[in-house]
């Protein structure tokens, strides 16, 4: 349906043109104007397609309606239609971009086969703008995953780079397994018309998504828990949510992903917070404060039996930070949580590398300065440490290349980052960490490139459906498997197909 706006100072003129189209079922939603500025009154909150102006009336002319609308609405079709079959007229009428000029009275025949001509030339016209958005809808998502992988490619256009410089602000999604897939359509629609969200959007995995933000969130923990709270109540599904500092160039994409990267694997030992921000600053902002100390001792453990150095660095550097300064709890009490951590650490300590635990149980009650206990537990940490340095390199690269073999042996079938991990006997949250310093990819974007590179070679050198080819990589759902291929290679399955065959 398009809309048109019919002007002349005469109703029944006005009242015969609106009854011959309605008459002729032309697909048109009609209102009308009796003077000039009445119709560009109008236009300010109607904005016609089509435009039926009479040439001369009071005031002002059809003219100059004609050329002041098309300064407000640049794709308008005007007709001119008038009682005056001066060539001046009808020459001037065309070089206001007028795409047709009738003489008046209107013979019913001809006004509705130059509405019909009018109405086809703003359908191949509609569809053109449509087709153009697709395409540099589908170029902005392939150079957003080009921004967020490092490989941007050259030569995008101007107006890429222009879109690209609008994001202000990154939001990773980790949803249960299967959610995007399902619900990627309606999911983004949804957040977009009832969450008021001005956004692209790229889908990494079945399980986790990118919002990227044009507009700057004031306050990112209170979004964040809007959003979680409306998935949840829309949707019936629980959700992680990471959200990146605020970006000023899409040279800071990458950044901005990575960081909310490093935010979300907090979900693996804190699963009860949904909602990670900057304005936490992770673990060493405000959320420090309210860790309790069973929370950083299991953390501690955690790193030993991963022989993640860095990590154990980390947590330890937490419960040293909440105990180095006057505590409002007692000595004995503070002597106790440090006796717990002691008990922790010693089993992973080289063979003759310490005391017996009894011993440093003793000495650590006798001692009166805390900060000598935190150098004692600090010099057994620094041991455990220097002792997985010297022998995990060789078992880091065999626990990665093992996991990297089982993804390109079974992309087909659900990977999820727990299942992989349980592979090779490491938490979750620690291989995402190695995998990541190791390949320079987080699990869900090496998956994703093994599939989408296994899905081209497919479509290059054979002739299944596909649809088929979409099933054999890991994507059960067309529509979400064509969307991902759009996303990585900037074209659909088919197009790559008709492009790339060998």
Not at 117 to 141: A, C, F, G, N, P
Request: proline share 4%; aromatic share 10%; net charge negative.
């Amino acid at each position: 349906m398009y809309k048109m706006l019919i002007v002349d100072d005469e109703s029944t003129e006005r009242e015969c043109i609106s009854y011959l189209i309605q008459s002729a079922n032309l697909p048109l939603e009609l209102k009308e104007a009796e003077s000039v500025s009445t119709a560009l009154e109008l236009l300010k909150t109607w904005p016609a397609d089509i435009l039926f102006t009479d040439i001369r009336m009071p005031a002002s002319s059809g003219l100059d309606l004609a050329r002041k609308a098309a300064e407000l609405l640049p794709g308008i079709k005007t007709i001119i239609f008038s009682s005056y079959a001066e060539f001046e007229y009808a020459r001037t009428a065309m070089t206001l971009g007028a795409v047709s000029y009738i003489l008046k009275p209107v013979v019913p025949n001809e006004l509705e086969a130059t509405l019909t001509d009018v109405i086809h030339l703003l359908s191949e016209e509609r569809d053109m703008k449509l087709l153009q958005d697709t395409q540099q809808s589908y170029m902005l998502q392939y150079a957003l995953h080009g921004c967020i992988n490092g490989t941007l490619p050259a030569g995008l256009s101007p107006e890429i780079i222009r879109l690209l410089n609008e994001f202000h602000q990154v939001v990773l999604l980790d949803f249960p397994p299967h959610f995007l897939e399902k619900n990627y359509a309606v999911f983004y629609e949804k957040l977009r018309c009832e969450m008021q969200l001005d956004m692209e959007t790229l889908s990494l995995s079945s399980t986790q998504s990118v919002l990227f933000l044009r507009r700057q969130t004031e306050n990112a923990r209170a979004f964040g828990c809007r959003l979680h709270a409306y998935i949840q109540e829309s949707f019936q599904t629980s959700c992680h949510l990471a959200i990146s500092q605020p970006i000023h160039g899409y040279s800071d994409l990458q950044d901005a992903y990575t960081f909310a990267e490093q935010q979300m694997e907090q979900r693996f030992w804190n699963p009860e917070n949904p909602v990670f921000s900057y304005e936490d600053i992770g673990l060493t902002g405000r959320n420090q404060d309210e860790l309790d100390d069973r929370t950083i001792l299991s953390m501690v453990k955690r790193s030993l039996c991963d022989k993640d150095s860095a990590g154990l660095t980390q947590n330890l550097n937490l419960l040293f930070q909440k105990y180095r300064q006057p505590a409002k709890q007692s000595q004995i009490f503070v002597k106790f949580v440090f006796s717990n951590l002691i008990t922790t650490l010693y089993p992973f300590l080289p063979d003759g590398a310490g005391q017996p635990l009894d011993t440093l149980i003793t000495e650590l009650y006798i001692q009166q300065d805390i900060l000598e206990i935190i150098r004692t537990i600090q010099s057994m940490a620094d041991k455990i440490v220097q002792s997985y340095r010297c022998a995990s390199a060789l078992d880091i690269r065999r626990e990665i290349v093992s996991t990297q073999n089982y993804i390109h042996q079974n992309y087909s079938r659900d990977l999820s980052v727990e299942m992989l991990a349980s592979l090779v006997y490491l938490t979750p949250d620690y291989l995402s960490r190695l995998f990541k310093k190791s390949t320079g990819k987080s699990l869900s974007q090496y998956i994703r490139q093994v599939r989408m590179e296994r899905a081209s070679e497919l479509l290059r050198t054979t002739s299944r459906k596909v649809i088929d080819i979409g099933t054999s990589v890991g994507y059960a759902n067309y529509s979400y498997f064509c969307q991902s291929f759009r996303e990585y290679f900037g074209r659909s399955p088919e197009k790559y197909r008709q492009e790339e065959s060998l």
